[in-house]
């Protein structure tokens, strides 16, 4: 989707090293999300940003950390990879944080990490 | 949070109707019904969502049982492009923050 991109899309990793994901919006959206994609498991939220330096846990935030300086970008960090982390990571943005938000959330495309 | 259930996969003929349904029995009274699909290598995608009415936009319908307890999601008619997952999700209302929490979801497989 044109409003937000992610990068790198795809990067390999050596165990024990720091990695950091972007993502960017176009679209001065308030809400970022980070999940992450593994067979089996279907998405689930690693942290969410409601705010500029605004941001929150979700279910499996354990070893990752986020930060969000500027409303365009949203970056996750992996202090230290594991091979547990190598997943794909989705980043989505969304204009309204209600459940009845009317125009839903906008994902991008993945990057796949893998961790060796 | 509220779960939903959804059949592990479905399959239909192009250009034939697909009903795909969700159930979600513990939903409450400020949860709206969100659909999203996720086609192969590609990151999810907003199909539709609703929260006691029936709902049309150009991608498809919703429609919700009088009781919320279910609802089925209507391509009226399935192209191959339509083949991938389809998400139910429940959106809690309050200080959720949007958070969407997906389930397996249902993949769709159509025949040419």
């Known amino acids: 989707d044109a409003g937000i991109t992610q990068s790198p899309r795809h990067k390999v990793t050596e165990t024990g090293t720091p990695v950091t994901l972007r993502c960017h919006q176009t679209?001065?959206?308030?809400?970022m999300y980070w999940y992450r994609q593994d067979p089996g498991h279907g998405l689930r939220l690693i942290h969410y940003?409601?705010?500029?330096?605004?941001?929150d846990k979700g279910e499996v935030s354990d070893g990752y950390s986020v930060s969000r300086s500027k409303t365009e970008d949203f970056l996750l960090t992996l202090e230290s990879a594991t091979s547990s982390q190598t997943s794909v990571y989705f980043c989505?943005?969304?204009?309204?944080?209600?459940?009845?938000?009317?125009?839903?959330?906008?994902f991008g495309s993945g990057t796949r990490l893998t961790v060796v | 949070d509220a779960k939903t259930t959804q059949p592990n996969s479905m399959e239909s003929n192009e250009e034939e109707p697909v009903h795909l349904p969700c159930n979600h029995s513990?939903?409450?009274?400020?949860?709206?019904i969100h659909w999203y699909r996720q086609l192969p290598s590609q990151g999810p995608e907003y199909v539709i969502h609703?929260?006691?009415s029936n709902v049309n936009n150009r991608m498809a319908s919703l429609a919700i049982a009088e009781d919320r307890k279910s609802s089925t999601l209507i391509l009226h008619r399935a192209t191959l492009r339509d083949a991938a997952v389809y998400y139910c999700i429940l959106n809690a209302g309050g200080t959720s923050y949007g958070k969407l929490t997906f389930g397996q979801g249902t993949i769709l497989t159509v025949h040419p």
């Open positions: 989505a943005i969304s204009e309204s944080g209600l459940a009845g938000n009317p125009y839903g959330y906008t």
């Open positions: 609703g929260l006691t």
């Open positions: 940003s409601y705010g500029v330096k605004d941001t």
């Open positions: 679209e001065n959206h308030r809400y």
């Open positions: 513990t939903i409450s009274g400020t949860d709206y």
